[in-house]
Structures are given as structure tokens and as C-alpha cells.
């Protein structure tokens, strides 16, 4: 069996998109129209979760076509999933924690108007080849601490998340759950 071939190109990225909440600087989420696409995106995780257990969240991209589909997803040098991002937030929207993909520095360039050096992040492009039906899972375990490290506390939040497939930035429908003592 062979594996995804692996294109060979380079990105940069720069931010703090999880302090912001910002998918990918630069970028607008596409909102589709009442055209079905092929592929969706949805996060599966429990809706009820005890106090201080890691919840396991997946999100999942699916092929609802007829036809295969070959997706181009971005993955960091230093991360061994493609390039993705979970929010958990309050219901009244105040991010708890937040995934963001692993930066991987690159080497420096020089800006050549200004002739200064420049460091970004480095990543590579891959594609995946999903047939009509074929889901591709990203999986994430988060420990129920904050962005400080703290625990978090008995309540209700949200779960929102998003995935750049080629020029496309796909958001899944929010999803809700509780922890409970």
C-alpha cells in the first residue's frame, strides 16, 4: 500500500490565530450555498463528560459525492496530523481552550524590499484520495484545562473547529455538550 503522495511546497504561517480565534489570517470561511458539496465537515466528541476526564474529539471530513475526491490538506513539519483548529468556548462565547496546528519554523528569508530577515512556519502540502461515502478523522484529546493550564469547570460549552481543504476553509455545525461532577 502506498501512502499520499507528498507535494513539495512550502507555506508560511504567522499568528496567534488561537488568541484571536482567527481561522487563518487572511483567509474568509466559505459559507456554501444551496448547491450540495461533496465534502463536509462535522465534530464527533460525547455530549455528556465527567469532570476532569479527557474528552476525545474527532473531527471528520467526509465525501458525500458520487465520485472520489482528492482533498489538499497543509501539515506542519513538526505535527503529525494535517493543520487544524478546535475552539471549546463558553456559551456565551468566551474561548476556554484552544488546538491549534504545531509551528514548525522555517529557515529565515529576507524580505527583499525592506532586506530584513523574516521568520515563518513551515508545512507541506499533501492529498488524500477519499472515495464517495470515505471519511478522513483528526483526532485531539483535550484535558479539560484551559489556555492557562487550569481546570475547567462544571458547565455547559461548545464545540466549533475548522479545516483548510485546498482554498476552502470548511467549519463544522457547532456542537454542544456538558461536563458534569
Given at each position: 500500500m502506498t501512502s499520499p503522495p507528498l507535494l513539495a511546497s512550502v507555506l508560511f504561517l504567522m499568528g496567534a490565530l488561537c488568541r484571536h480565534g482567527n481561522v487563518w489570517s487572511g483567509a474568509e470561511t466559505e459559507r456554501f450555498g444551496p448547491q450540495p458539496q461533496p465534502l463536509s465537515l462535522h465534530i464527533e466528541a460525547p455530549r455528556v463528560v465527567r469532570r476532569g476526564t479527557p474528552?476525545?474529539?474527532?473531527?471528520?471530513?467526509?465525501?458525500?459525492?458520487?465520485?472520489?475526491?482528492?482533498?489538499s490538506l497543509g501539515r506542519s513539519l513538526s505535527d503529525t496530523q494535517p493543520?487544524?483548529?478546535l475552539w471549546i468556548r463558553k456559551r456565551d462565547g468566551v474561548t476556554v481552550?484552544?488546538?491549534a496546528p504545531v509551528k514548525s519554523p522555517s529557515m529565515p528569508s529576507r524580505d527583499s524590499a525592506r532586506s530584513?530577515?523574516?521568520?515563518?512556519?513551515?508545512?507541506?502540502?499533501?492529498?488524500?484520495?477519499?472515495a464517495p461515502g470515505a471519511s478522513y478523522r483528526l483526532k485531539e484529546q483535550w484535558p479539560q484545562r484551559d489556555r492557562d493550564g487550569n481546570p475547567v469547570a462544571v458547565g455547559r460549552?461548545?464545540?466549533t473547529g475548522s479545516l483548510r481543504v485546498g482554498q476552502?476553509?470548511?467549519e463544522p455545525p457547532?456542537?454542544?455538550?456538558?461536563?458534569?461532577?
Open positions: 474528552m476525545r474529539i474527532e473531527l471528520v471530513l467526509v465525501n458525500h459525492g458520487t465520485r472520489p475526491v482528492v482533498a493543520n487544524f483548529f481552550w484552544c488546538r530584513q530577515p523574516r521568520i515563518g512556519y513551515a508545512s507541506v502540502t499533501f492529498e488524500i484520495r477519499l460549552y461548545l464545540i476552502r476553509v470548511l457547532v456542537r454542544a455538550f456538558r461536563i458534569v461532577n
